[in-house]
């Protein structure tokens, strides 16, 4: 076991501190986050390269379509009115997939911050991540924490002015690189990025990249917390979502305190020392500038950087790991009834403590039953209840589509043999990218034929009609019933039909006759 006065004393004062809060419009007070090592640190590496990766990486991933579609696996293709996700093809009239997965997002994200607190705020927001990134850059040309303070002071040299200068240009590339990943997503990446680059590009996505170059670079590099403190919203609405068997980092102040740095001189003196030596780990690490001693806070992303810090120091002391940790608030009050002594209602952590000097076996810890709860059932019940809707509305939908337009003026026409003529703008929609063959036929209306405008073809009941592949087909149909058939019905269907499977469409229709015949 080492001596705490081993352990390295960091001089830090949280700069979003929970006691004192600044007014609104106080100038912004530099954080600068020292490196954190651990099995969180580690996770969040993991989560930053998997993010970054599939946000930079997706538009350049290919799938076969065939030759009457495009390849890339991912496209947002605006000008054709198509979503393009691997195998799945969605068009405008159904956009209620992508509100679906709105939905889901929305639910699923319910869920997690109710069992997890705001693990989407400190591993996987796009903040977060950038942020980690352009930290990930400002160390590497600065150094660590000690290193890039001592150079924010230290007055204009060349040496400070090529590391700023380093340091600015390369954010700038991650910026760029940020906007010019995005603008991939709407039109085919390679071609995209030639015409970007020998100024052929249209206007448009010269001003999207700029406008998320400058806020990639001003919320990553020059804003940082104070997007999560002021902009954000979430941090405001989380709180609606937690009770007390949600997972937060939490420092357990019931085995910490009273902290002291001089642990072994206070307890030689008899007095009653918790687990923390004050070290500061917690809030040097902090990219949020908060003292997680301070409890709960708006500001706190709980990203567990400093239970990576903590850890470190308790394993230094020879001290259990967990002073600061993921805790339900349950367990917590719990274990602060067990830690208060009831006389003088302060901590006293030899109450937490066997006559070993380890944890009382009283202590209650975090177990994975509490996940499985009332409210977690119902977020996942009915987040599974979309995305099964979802999937089954995928796999059933059609790919074949007729809507049809009467005319209104003329209603119908008397042909010079008595029969009445009606006329219809009839639309066949093929959402396959290949090209089909379909049979249009009416159903009902005994003794009526048709006719296709541009179609040499007789009168009959039933015409094929070659469709593009994706795209709308428009033709004009004249349907003629003779007379002495008009009183047997004047309804009928239009029914299209896949020559070549077994998909097909119906569309109830309307024959419009004299009054004096009906």
């Known amino acids: 076991m080492l001596d705490e006065r081993q352990v390295e004393r960091l001089e830090v004062t949280a700069v979003n501190s929970a006691k004192t809060r600044q007014p609104l419009y106080t100038a912004r007070q530099k954080v600068f986050p020292k490196r954190a090592s651990g099995r969180f640190r580690q996770f969040k590496w993991l989560v930053m390269l ?34 393009y996700f691997f195998a799945v093809e969605i068009w405008p009239q159904e956009f209620f997939y992508v509100a679906g997965l709105l939905v889901m997002a929305g639910i699923g994200l319910f869920l997690v911050t109710s069992t997890v607190g705001r693990a989407w705020c400190g591993y996987t927001c796009p903040q977060t991540v950038w942020v980690d990134l352009f930290l990930v850059v400002e160390r ?24 700023r200068m380093t340091k600015h240009a390369i954010w700038l590339v991650i910026a760029v690189a940020t906007g010019g990943a995005w603008i991939f997503y709407f039109a085919d990446a390679p071609t995209l990025l030639g015409q970007f680059v020998t100024g052929q590009a249209e206007a448009v996505a010269y001003i999207t990249v700029g406008i998320l170059t400058a806020t990639t670079y001003a919320f990553g590099g020059l804003m940082r917390e104070q997007v999560c403190t002021y902009m954000c919203p979430w941090p405001r609405i989380q709180a609606a979502m937690l009770d007390e068997n949600s997972l937060t980092v939490t420092y357990n102040d019931w085995r910490g305190e009273p902290r002291s740095r ?66 339900t608030l349950a367990d917590y009050q719990s274990n602060m009834v067990i830690a208060t002594d009831p006389a003088t209602q302060t901590i006293d952590p030899g109450r937490v403590r066997d006559g070993e ?160 015949l009906r």
């Open 262 to 327: 001089h642990a072994k001189k206070a307890a030689a003196e008899g007095l009653s020392v918790g687990d923390c030596v004050d070290c500061n780990a917690c809030v040097a690490v902090c990219p949020m500038g908060i003292d997680i001693r301070d409890g709960q806070q708006l500001e706190c992303i709980t990203c567990a950087l400093c239970i990576d810090a903590c850890d470190g120091v308790m394993d230094k002391i020879g001290k259990e790991r967990g002073l600061i940790s993921y805790a």
């Open 357 to 516: 000097g380890k944890l009382d076996k009283g202590i209650s810890h975090f177990h994975i039953r509490r996940l499985f709860r009332p409210r977690t059932f119902v977020y996942a019940g009915a987040w599974s209840l979309v995305g099964l809707g979802l999937l089954i509305a995928l796999l059933s939908r059609d790919r074949l589509d007729i809507n049809v337009l009467q005319d209104r003026n003329p209603q119908y026409v008397v042909l010079s043999d008595g029969s009445i003529r009606n006329g219809y703008t009839v639309k066949l929609l093929n959402m396959v990218p290949e090209p089909r063959s379909f049979e249009l036929s009416i159903e009902g209306l005994p003794g009526a034929v048709m006719s296709v405008v541009g179609i040499d073809q007789q009168e009959t009941r039933s015409i094929t009609i070659d469709a593009e592949p994706d795209k709308l087909k428009t033709v004009r149909v004249y349907v003629r019933q003779p007379r002495d058939q008009l009183s047997q019905g004047q309804g009928f269907s239009f029914v299209v039909a896949d020559r070549a499977g077994a998909e097909r469409d119906v569309y109830a229709a309307k024959f419009n006759v004299p009054e004096t």
């Open 140 to 163: 590497g040309i600065e150094g660590d924490r000690n290193a890039r303070i001592k150079l924010d002071s230290a007055p204009w040299s060349f040496a400070k002015l090529w590391k």
């Open 50 to 83: 998997v993010t970054l990766g599939i946000y930079y990486l997706t538009p350049w991933l290919r799938w076969d379509r065939g030759p009457y579609a495009p390849d890339q696996a991912v496209l947002l293709d605006i000008a054709n009115r198509r979503f």
